[in-house]
């Protein structure tokens, strides 16, 4: 990887951690309380992140497009045919882990992401758009991309797709994060686009931030519930 892949991925961690240190700094500095703390700083961390990375990127957004990248008719086709491929991988996904390894659906880190949306509905962008360019451009612009040159197809996609998993802190749905790996890695290649992963993985966060903003918890665990009961019946128990 060329040194500048280097500092977007430090970049990328620093922001990832900065709360650490500055969260308390606001909470001493600033007459707020902690959820206000968390939220100004993490959106304030991900727009300086992205314009950094897009910064260190530029060189790349110079470069040729190869001649088999496929033309902006191709970009809308495979974008909307990549939301169907990663809402099937990912249900998938979801059935080998809730009836072959019995984990518990129910994601942690979304949840948090909708309890600091529903205080401050100005962090939608975050999950919306600021995090998919981020992440596409480092787990499959520059992470897959590495592997990639250097291994196959699907050890690449495995290996981003498990790091993707750890750095979101929920390795027991490895099985859901490899699912979308796969699926971002075989548009990258397919279209030799990044945009595509990047427009479909903006759509499935924006859907499912902006239907479990409009649904009360009570009416998302009925949904889950629902949800549990078809998959009960089509793998027949």
Do not use: C
Request: hydrophobic letters at 55%; glycine letters at 4%.
């Amino acid at each position: 990887m060329t040194k500048r892949y280097w500092y977007v991925i430090l970049t990328y961690l620093i922001m990832q951690f900065s709360g650490l240190l500055f969260v308390p700094i606001l909470l001493i500095t600033l007459p707020i309380g902690r959820q206000d703390a968390v939220i100004y700083w993490t959106i304030f961390s991900f727009i300086i992140a992205l314009i950094i990375v897009l910064v260190l990127m530029k060189p790349d957004m110079k470069m040729a497009q190869s001649r088999n990248a496929v033309s902006i008719r191709g970009v809308i086709l495979w974008s909307f045919v990549g939301v169907f491929m990663a809402y099937f991988a990912q249900a998938i996904a979801v059935t080998i882990e809730t009836s072959v390894f019995n984990i518990e659906q129910g994601s942690q880190n979304t949840e948090m992401i909708m309890d600091i949306t529903r205080a401050a509905p100005i962090f939608m962008i975050i999950p919306a758009i600021i995090a998919p360019i981020l992440e596409e451009l480092i787990f499959r612009k520059i992470i897959f991309g590495a592997l990639y040159s250097r291994t196959n197809f699907f050890i690449a996609a495995l290996l981003s797709a498990l790091i993707f998993g750890i750095i979101h802190g929920e390795p027991q749905h490895i099985l859901i994060y490899a699912s979308m790996g796969f699926v971002f890695a075989f548009l990258y290649v397919k279209t030799e686009r990044i945009i595509v992963p990047i427009i479909v993985h903006m759509a499935l966060n924006s859907i499912s931030v902006i239907v479990q903003f409009s649904l009360d918890p009570e009416d998302i665990e009925k949904m889950q519930k629902q949800l549990e009961q078809m998959q009960m019946i089509l793998i027949g128990g």
